[in-house]
């Protein structure tokens, strides 16, 4: 298995607070991204990165922020949280743009 | 824009075979990846397509046909373990490195 590791696994939190999601890999790959994954909507882009301090937005970019300063860890960030924001969040890495994802074990967020 | 359609459900017998098809139109086209996701956890690698033609491993197969956008997945003598989303995904490249993953298939193998 590829190593990957989010944190945390579940959180609860309120309406209007910040909250920041890890995503941890050994594998040295370049590519890094964020998706979510919604009933009725399938898995969405939210941000990717192809290296350390380059990042680019996906699809549901808006509300959402990230961070690469190491090659190893992707951070999200939501700097204000809404109930529309609870989802199922995966992080995936891979080793080219264009080679299979390996994802994450997800991140269960609740925004109360 | 991206549009990847796929049956939202089916449900087949264990042993039998059955074939989930992928649809797709999208802004330039560079690879189908299919992936599996049992409930509760990540999706995983099955497939990768990028010529027209069948890719047969193991009990899994995929077709794709690039002038049709289309793609199907074969699996056969199916097992309880198969029940699961099965998720269709398009590489559109042009230098965006994003994949576009259809809303999926939930597939219930029945004894």
């Known amino acids: 298995d590829a190593g990957i590791t989010q944190s945390p696994r579940h959180k609860v939190t309120e309406t209007g607070t910040p909250v920041t999601l890890r995503c941890h890999q050994t594998?040295?790959?370049?590519?890094m991204y964020w998706y979510r994954q919604d009933p009725g909507h399938g898995l969405r882009l939210i941000h990717y990165?192809?290296?350390?301090?380059?990042?680019d937005k996906g699809e549901v970019s808006d509300g959402y922020s990230v961070s690469r300063s190491k090659t190893e860890d992707f951070l999200l960030t939501l700097e204000s949280a809404t109930s529309s924001q609870t989802s199922v969040y995966f992080c995936?890495?891979?080793?080219?743009?264009?080679?299979?994802?390996?994802f994450g074990s997800g991140t269960q967020l609740s925004v109360l | 824009g991206q549009n990847i359609d796929q049956p939202t459900e089916m449900t087949a017998t264990e042993g039998a075979i059955v074939q989930i098809n992928c649809t797709y139109q999208?802004?330039?086209?560079?690879?189908l990846f299919w992936y599996q996701q049992h409930a509760g956890e990540a999706p995983t690698f099955l497939s990768y397509n990028v010529l027209d033609g069948l890719e047969e491993k193991g009990r899994f197969s995929s077709f794709l046909s690039r002038s049709k956008g289309y793609s199907y997945l074969l699996l056969k003598e199916l097992q309880m373990k198969d029940s699961a989303s099965y998720l269709c995904a398009v590489y559109s490249g042009a230098g965006s490195y994003q994949l576009t993953f259809g809303k999926g298939t939930k597939l219930s193998v029945i004894p």
């Open positions: 594998e040295n790959h370049r590519y």
């Open positions: 990165s192809y290296g350390v301090k380059d990042t």
């Open positions: 999208t802004s330039g086209f560079n690879g």
């Open positions: 995936a890495i891979s080793a080219s743009g264009d080679e299979k994802l390996f």
